[in-house]
């Protein structure tokens, strides 16, 4: 069984910095893409960032040069460096990854919980 492990969300005032962690365990072979999505209040989820396996990022209009996307293959590990945060970051912050179990087999995917982030003096 894969679990995915978040942390790093809490409480900042805005200009301010978060990184968030999210680490991947259980039966995996491979990892593909990476994603960070987020919901605020009210609102629908959205897709923050992604990361391929190769290594390309992506990032909503609404984040671009403010947040930064890595992953640690060697720790099953996505990150999302936030800065400069404003209270419009407030949201839910989930990680999403696809995965494969064996090689050959057919991709999965798996949610997190969510770690909240709140922006606010």
């Known amino acids: 069984q894969v679990q995915l492990m978040e942390s790093g969300g809490g409480l900042v005032q805005p200009g301010g910095s978060l990184r968030l962690s999210c680490a991947a365990s259980?039966?995996?072979?491979?990892?593909?893409?990476m994603d960070w999505y987020r919901q605020a209040p009210g609102k629908q989820r959205e897709l923050v960032a992604a990361i391929t396996s190769g290594g390309s990022t992506h990032y909503a209009d609404s984040v671009k040069d403010r947040f930064t996307i890595s992953r640690d293959d060697a720790k099953n590990t996505v990150y999302l460096r936030t800065d400069s945060l404003k209270p419009e970051d407030t949201a839910i912050y989930c990680c999403?990854?696809?995965?494969?179990?064996?090689?050959?087999?057919?991709?999965?995917?798996?949610w997190g919980q969510g770690t909240q982030v709140t922006v606010s003096s």
């Open positions: 999403h990854i696809e995965y494969f179990r064996s090689r050959g087999a057919a991709i999965r995917g798996i």
């Open positions: 259980g039966s995996i072979f491979s990892i593909g893409t």
